[in-house]
DNA sequence: CCTTGTTGACTGACGCATCAGTCTAGGAAC
DNA sequence: GTTCCTAGACTGATGCGTCAGTCAACAAGG
């Protein structure tokens, strides 16, 4: 195997670790949890298999430090975007064609999203690490929830359309609107599994339809705050 | 073991498929794919480990089915729900783009939602299916899992909270819309991974914030029914 | 500058457990 | 007797974690 530079000082080894971490990271990401084994990890950081046992208490070890520091990450970054968006807020002009314009207010939550999804898009492997979504069970497994979740999209996708033609909602990407409101039901119904926030089915889907259809603000037209 | 009845005619070795399904959705639901193994479906089903075989081909294949049972019954109890509503309301349907918006147009959407959170909550061990998150890694990934998107969730709350003070944003469960914004933003950027809509990121989370905050319809608010 | 000793990063074969899938004896139904 | 289901022991493959050994880096002594 290609001999590579011994870590002596403590920095090489803190830099070792965190070669160990990135190369963790894109297998992770590929393959998921359980389909990686050590050696996939090894290989791609260049080491031979028993050296990340030196470096880490095990694979599951790895792993959940790898989602930690990502995790950190992210929150760092959406943190200072909102942070900059609250200082510079009354000159934020980033406001859509159409809308009313927003109160100042907003500005540090529109900063948040925007550098969220920034980041996302810039590190693909986080997403897949954060939301694991299938990809932890294989390929082939993968597609086939794909398609089953597709199917509820597109019967979601079928009445989002009916609304548009009715002139009843407001024109748009249809495909990407009924996945949202889809995965939006998901979410929440898989957060009642974990969290009993003492919602009855009636309440949570009420608040989900109002939210969806009519949005969070008090007002449409915005109000001086 | 306790040996079983032999299955004799086709509508008991159906039902015994049946039992069988049964009993791997609950114990998939609990420990997730690669922690179940035959052994424990067996065991749940009241079976020997080489029955199971008789009646699937592989794990594989046994889950497979699985899903796609799972998510056909709730699909049709879906369409059974929007179904009835759009009869049950004005059954001006088939109206021409540009028209003042029906009342009723509203309301298949709103019960395929009732219904969809309604069947999950019957039904917990298929929410665990269909979004089987980190609880296909094991229980202390999912705690892990759970723990950092909480602080995301928190961050997202003392945005909201802010918002609700100032009289900005509608009272409510500030918890819950964290919530819902967060994984909206997550799952969304999930997508984006495997779907390439061309939405660019200022795009997509310009549309997302304006569907939280504004909502999908074109009529921003009505007064409350 | 060279030799020798010591440390500890690194290696990879191996032990051991786990588990998917196979095989065959046994017994119920007919 | 024959067919068909059931049981569970068995096999083989896979992969985590260990450990005995190797060798680069550095230090001390000559």
New interface residues.
């Given amino acids: 195997m290609a001999k590579i530079r011994r870590a002596v000082s403590e920095e090489d080894k803190a830099s070792r670790r965190q070669d160990i971490l990135a190369a963790a990271k894109s297998v992770f990401a590929e393959n998921g ?2 389909a990686t084994t050590i050696a996939d990890i090894a290989r791609a950081a260049g080491l031979s298999y028993g050296s990340i046992y030196w470096y880490y208490e095990s694979k ?1 070890a790895l ?2 430090e790898l ?2 520091a990502e ?1 950190g990450a ?2 760092e970054r ?2 200072e975007a ?1 942070a900059s968006a609250a200082t510079g807020a009354t000159a934020a002009t980033t406001t ?1 064609a159409g ?1 009313p314009p ?2 100042g ?2 500005a ?3 900063a ?3 550098a ?3 980041f ?2 810039a590190d ?1 492997d986080l ?2 690490l ?5 990809f ?2 294989g390929e ?2 993968e597609e ?3 398609r ?2 597709g ?2 999209v597109d ?2 996708e079928r ?1 989002v359309i ?2 548009q ?6 024109p ?2 249809s ?3 009924a ?3 889809t ?12 969290t009993d ?1 003492g ?1 009855s ?2 309440t ?2 009420d ?14 037209r915005s ?1 001086p ?1």
Avoid: C, N
């Fill in positions: 949890y359980h599951e792993f959940l989602m930690s995790a992210l929150r959406i943190a909102a859509t809308q927003s109160p207010a907003e540090p939550f529109r948040a999203v925007r969220t999804i920034e996302y898009d693909r997403v897949k954060l939301f694991r979504d299938a932890a069970l082939s497994f086939h929830l794909a089953i979740q199917l509820f019967d979601t009445l009916g609304l033609r009715q002139g009843v909602m407001q748009g990407p495909r990407v609107v996945f949202a409101i995965s939006l039901i998901g979410q929440l119904a898989h957060r009642r599994l974990v926030d919602l089915a009636e949570l889907s608040f989900l339809v109002d939210l969806l259809l009519h949005g969070l603000l008090v007002q449409p109000a705050a």
